[in-house]
């Protein structure tokens, strides 16, 4: 069974940077997509952000678009989310998810392996 890790979360104030990372194991990671997706109290869980097996295709979420990367090691069976110009309202538990496919998924419902989240929390 894949087994994923966050890690990197914190807090940090308005206008800073976090990079997170999730570890995987249990699998073979270049034959999995990945993404981040973020839950805040109240709010249903968000894509964030998503890569291909090999890296070379990424999505985003609107809200995030220009601020957060994504990327992945896959000698390091790791994947990061780089999120710059931090606001209060990305706080949430951030969560890595794996699915075995070829097509990058938006939506939490394809992906079959999620890690246990991580706290982002941003002050104003």
């Known amino acids: 069974q894949v087994q994923l890790v966050e890690s990197g979360g914190g807090l940090v104030q308005g206008g800073g940077s976090l990079r997170l990372s999730c570890a995987f194991s249990?699998?073979?990671?270049?034959?999995?997509?990945l993404g981040w997706f973020r839950q805040a109290p109240g709010k249903e869980r968000e894509f964030v952000a998503g890569?291909?097996?090999?890296?070379?295709?990424?999505y985003y979420g609107d809200s995030v678009k220009g601020r957060f990367t994504i990327s992945r090691d896959n000698a390091k069976n790791t994947v990061y989310l780089r999120m710059n110009s931090l606001q209060p309202e990305d706080t949430a538990v951030y969560y890595c998810?794996?699915?075995?496919?070829?097509?990058?998924?938006?939506?939490?419902?394809?992906?079959?392996?999620w890690g246990q989240g991580t706290q982002v929390t941003v002050s104003s």
């Open positions: 890569i291909s097996r090999n890296g070379d295709t990424t």
């Open positions: 249990r699998g073979v990671f270049s034959w999995y997509v």
């Open positions: 998810a794996a699915d075995q496919d070829i097509a990058v998924h938006i939506d939490t419902r394809d992906y079959h392996y």
